[in-house]
Nanobody, 122 residues
């Protein structure tokens, strides 16, 4: 019913940049919060950044000043601009949509994308 599709991952050298995109599709009325999480091998999934419907954002300390999250509510799309990438940023990045309201329903849902690989070489 609702799908999140990520794009923009890839292989870059340290100091480079990538821009991730995630588009939510389906009969969506609104999405409260959209965000990006990442998971490196052997580690737990962690929050990278999130942004509310009104545009308020939060970042993990490790990416503050380097990453910027934004969203286009009309397109139900969230972006993550990643600059000054470091090898420790290497992970699978997952898009998340929280508080998703489907048209004609009073319930909200959480959806996850399937992830996109980001690899940063030294």
């Amino acid at each position: 019913q609702v799908q999140l599709v990520e794009s923009g991952g890839g292989l870059v050298q340290a100091g480079g940049s990538l821009r991730l995109s995630c588009a939510a599709s389906g009969t969506i009325f609104s999405i409260n919060t959209m965000g990006w999480y990442r998971q490196a091998p052997g580690e737990q999934r962690e929050l990278v950044a999130l942004i509310t419907h009104g545009g308020r954002s939060n970042y993990a300390d490790s990416v503050k000043g380097r990453f910027t999250i934004s969203r286009d509510n009309a397109k139900n799309t969230v972006y993550l601009q990643m600059n000054s990438l470091k090898p420790e940023d290497t992970a699978v990045y997952y898009c998340n949509a929280d508080g998703v309201r489907i048209n004609s329903e009073r319930y909200t849902y959480i959806y996850w994308g399937q992830g996109t690989q980001v690899t940063v070489t030294s």
